[in-house]
């Protein structure tokens, strides 16, 4: 049996990585590129579980066998088409275990030869951690501030269209990070699928500087791993602003994206009501009810999000927004200046 660390996962060109946990687990957290197919269902992998408790490991091993030995015919077709289309087929679970242990020597015994990931998916995670705060030594962040609905976002999604490097980190963990951070997001992610997820993003970073939003250690229930947070903190900051206009605009185009986003900010408003005060929070919600949403915006900045702003780090730059192409622009010739100034002074 062919087996690999998840070190030299990263080395294999033409390659398919194959999970083969339940689609839940997979749902849960799994390496971003990989497939999902299946050696137990989650009701199978529940009764395997149940069995384990009540009759020991024996017997759960027994019915396990017997499941995936159902399905064999299934997996090997699965499997063999992998195989017609790449190179290298990497299967992992969670540990390294039974399941990728027996499934890759029961389709040896077919002729179908893979590889198997040592140590499944935690051993992968403890490199991805570990290679992460390597990788962040060599990189440095302009990290872009500003209160609420300059647009930070936007311009993050525009300067990674045209190739810029950045880190989006509110859209990988799917949230935003405030109260309304959750409003019209309807997929969650979990710390390890967040930290797989970052882990990617950085690799594929080229060049001494990278743009970042500056974000609270928490984005939601998502922590910004230590490494990033401390270099995100060593940054060049850019604080963004832009008309009110344009801030409410930005607002309503980036949360009202998908349907529910109305009863998302319903529940919302319930969670700042002891900020904005009684009758703030009775004015807020009859402009919900109403459905004055340019004037609940504007109400929210006002009342409460533009009083809670305050800046932590000294900006070295201050970029207006009101035009995103000039707003670009200035903040390319920051990023330029700075990566040139990094080149050359770094050892030849």
Not at 144 to 173: H, Y
Request: net charge positive.
């Amino acid at each position: 049996m062919i087996e690999l660390s998840a070190s030299e996962l990263f080395s294999l060109d033409d390659k398919v990585i194959v999970d083969i946990r339940s689609p839940s687990e997979y749902a849960h957290f799994h390496i971003p590129s990989a497939i999902n197919i299946p050696l137990f269902e989650d009701g199978e992998k529940l009764l395997i579980g149940y069995i384990y408790r009540k009759e020991g490991i024996e017997r759960a091993k027994q019915l396990g066998y017997s499941i995936a030995n159902s399905k064999l015919q299934n997996l090997f077709e699965s499997f063999r088409q992998l195989k017609k289309n790449h190179k290298y087929v990497v299967v992992y679970c969670w540990r390294g275990g039974l399941r990728s242990l027996e499934l890759c020597k029961a389709l040896s015994s077919l002729g179908i030869e893979v590889i198997r990931l040592k140590g499944g998916y935690r051993a992968y995670r403890e490199f991805i951690l570990q290679d992460m705060k390597e990788r962040l030594k060599g990189i440095n962040f302009i990290v872009l501030t500003g209160k609420t609905g300059v647009g930070k976002s936007k311009v993050l999604r525009t300067l990674k269209e045209d190739g810029v490097p950045v880190i989006d980190l509110e859209d990988l963990a799917q949230d935003r990070g405030s109260v309304f951070g959750k409003v019209g997001k309807k997929t969650k992610v979990s710390q390890k699928m967040f930290d797989a997820l970052l882990y990617e993003n950085i690799r594929s970073l080229t060049g001494p500087y990278a743009f970042l939003e500056d974000e609270s250690r928490c984005i939601g229930n998502i922590h910004i791993p230590d490494a990033l947070w401390k270099k995100k903190e060593e940054g060049v900051f850019v604080e963004l602003t832009n008309s009110m206009e344009n801030r409410i605009r930005n607002i309503l185009e980036e949360y009202t994206l998908e349907e529910g986003w109305e009863e998302d900010v319903r529940v919302a408003l319930g969670k700042i009501k002891r900020y904005l005060g009684e009758e703030s929070f009775v004015k807020a919600v009859g402009m919900w009810e109403e459905k004055r949403y340019e004037e609940l915006v504007k109400f929210l900045i006002e009342a409460h999000y533009d009083k809670r702003y305050k800046l932590i780090r000294k900006p070295l730059y201050t970029v207006d927004c009101t035009d995103l192409e000039r707003c670009k622009v200035q903040l390319l010739k920051i990023f330029n200046a700075h990566s040139k100034t990094c080149l050359s002074s770094s050892p030849k």
